[in-house]
């Protein structure tokens, strides 16, 4: 099942632009995660926001949740060669089971 | 240093002959879980655990089995693999926060090809 839809599915940016990646959702969540995937490789955790949380920040990572637009968003600032990776949001869903529900994710890549 | 292994990370086999893929986590995690990733359908959960002794169908179990005797294990087992189970496979793991996974850790992946 479906829950977080990454927005756009592919991004093409210059070295040193921000790269701003969209995860939208159908229902309502205990916590958002975003990961990151080189290729064929195994995804890496970024940042997790609660719920209850609004912003959060790690390096040039910066995260938004807005629980009301069911809506996350990934800002990579200053972006560089080697930021380029799938990019992925994960939803813990309330009242629901046990499981993370992966999206499709983005396609950044960095050109430089 | 903490980490998920998978073994073997390549694999080519042939239609109906039984395998296993390993999956080993040396972070005490509760939680432990199995995706596949294709292309176009992005990552998909077959199989998850909450602890020991205890597993629960993903969103696409068909021709898979699991099973969590000891806490650091979780292998998964196509009895009869076919050609539709040809994917990348990944064994996750985390903690839990009440019943939810806080980060997930991943394992490096485990390429699979039934012929």
């Known amino acids: 099942s479906q829950q977080g839809e990454e927005d756009p599915q592919a991004l093409s940016i210059q070295e040193g632009e921000n790269a701003t990646m969209n995860c939208s959702y159908k229902?309502?969540?205990?916590?958002l995660q975003w990961y990151r995937q080189n290729s064929g490789r195994g995804l890496v955790h970024l940042i997790l926001i609660r719920s209850n949380e609004r912003e959060k920040h790690s390096g040039r990572l910066r995260v938004t949740l807005d629980t009301s637009k069911k809506s996350s968003s990934l800002l990579i600032t200053a972006s560089r060669a080697a930021d380029t990776a799938s990019y992925f949001c994960a939803t813990d869903t309330q009242g629901g089971s046990e499981k993370l529900v992966f999206g499709k994710g983005t396609k950044l890549t960095v050109n430089p | 240093e903490a980490q998920v292994t998978q073994n073997p990370r390549y694999l080519i086999t042939v239609t109906g002959k039984k395998l296993t893929v390993t999956c080993s986590q040396n972070?005490?995690?509760?939680?432990m879980s199995w995706y596949r990733q294709d292309p176009g359908l992005g990552l998909r959960q077959i199989y998850y655990?909450?602890?020991?002794?205890?597993?629960d169908k993903g969103d696409v179990p068909e021709g898979y089995k699991v099973s969590r005797k000891e806490k650091r294990n979780f292998p998964l087992i196509l009895e009869s693999p076919s050609p539709n189970q040809t994917s990348l496979y990944f064994c996750?793991?985390?903690?839990?926060?009440?019943?939810?996974?806080?980060?997930?850790?991943f394992g490096p992946g485990t390429r699979l090809l039934v012929l």
């Open positions: 972070m005490n995690h509760e939680y």
């Open positions: 996750a793991s985390s903690s839990l926060r009440g019943k939810r996974q806080e980060t997930q850790y």
């Open positions: 655990s909450m602890n020991v002794e205890v597993t």
């Open positions: 229902t309502s969540i205990n916590n």
